[in-house]
T-cell receptor, first 115, second 111 residues
Framework: GAGVSQTPSNKVTEKGKYVELRCDPI?????LYWYRQSLGQGPEFLIY????????DSGLPNDRFFAVRPEGSVSTLKIQRTERGDSAVYLC?????????????FGEGSRLTVL | GQNIDQPTEMTATEGAIVQINCTYQ??????LFWYQQHAGEAPTFLSY????GLEEKGRFSSFLSRSKGYSYLLLKELQMKDSASYLC????????????FGTGTRLTVIP
């Protein structure tokens, strides 16, 4: 597609439920990033993929959060046993390269609300 | 670790010039990015600096001093549509070239 696509755009769930957020990056972009953004804050790093493997997953807050990118394109962020504190906008971004330059292109985000 | 600091909020007048500062302390450095984010929208790329000095792009310019761990974004001839959050981000080669963001500066342009 022309840009980074994220689905769903909005997700409301109950505490304790499982959610999946999907990201479809720009075609040909090998690097894919997940960030979480709370109101009035900058994007907080979660995990970064280079191809199919996680190059850096140190930002995942705990073992309830997991992300995959099995074929090096689409990625899914999975959150188990959701808590109210997980409510945020989850942003996905992709880039063609990660060396000098290599700007990130962001999707519109998935707004997660945990009741 | 990564520590990227920006002022939380700024206000400036339409037609004026505003400078948004960013200081950083990271384990490594491989470039600094500025992004613009309007409320409820995705961040969009504004500028990139990897060498010291000033990069100019129309009404927007960005400056970098690597020895001081300092950058600024300069916006000239402010327009009402420039009201947005401005995010400073640093690429760290010691973290697989990952990109880390500051908390952002919310700029309000007033008539």
């Amino acid at each position: 597609g022309a840009g980074v696509s994220q689905t769903p755009s909005n997700k409301v769930t109950e505490k304790g439920k499982y959610v999946e957020l999907r990201c479809d990056p720009i075609s040909g972009h090998t690097a894919l990033y997940w960030y979480r953004q709370s109101l009035g804050q900058g994007p907080e790093f979660l995990i970064y993929f280079q191809g199919t493997g996680a190059a850096d997953d140190s930002g995942l807050p705990n073992d309830r959060f997991f992300a995959v990118r099995p074929e090096g394109s689409v990625s899914t962020l999975k959150i188990q046993r959701t808590e109210r504190g997980d409510s945020a906008v989850y942003l996905c971004a992709s880039s063609y390269r990660t060396g000098a330059g290599g700007e990130l292109f962001f999707g519109e985000g998935s707004r997660l609300t945990v009741l | 670790g990564q520590n990227i600091d920006q002022p939380t909020e700024m206000t400036a007048t339409e037609g004026a010039i505003v400078q948004i500062n960013c200081t950083y302390q990271t384990s490594g450095f491989n470039g600094l990015f500025w992004y613009q984010q309007h409320a409820g929208e995705a961040p969009t790329f504004l500028s990139y600096n990897v060498l010291d000095g000033l990069e100019e792009k129309g009404r927007f310019s960005s400056f970098l001093s690597r020895s001081k761990g300092y950058s600024y974004l300069l916006l000239k001839e402010l327009q009402m549509k420039d009201s947005a959050s401005y995010l400073c981000a640093v690429r760290d080669p010691r973290r697989a070239n990952n990109l880390f963001f500051g908390t952002g500066t919310r700029l309000t342009v007033i008539p």
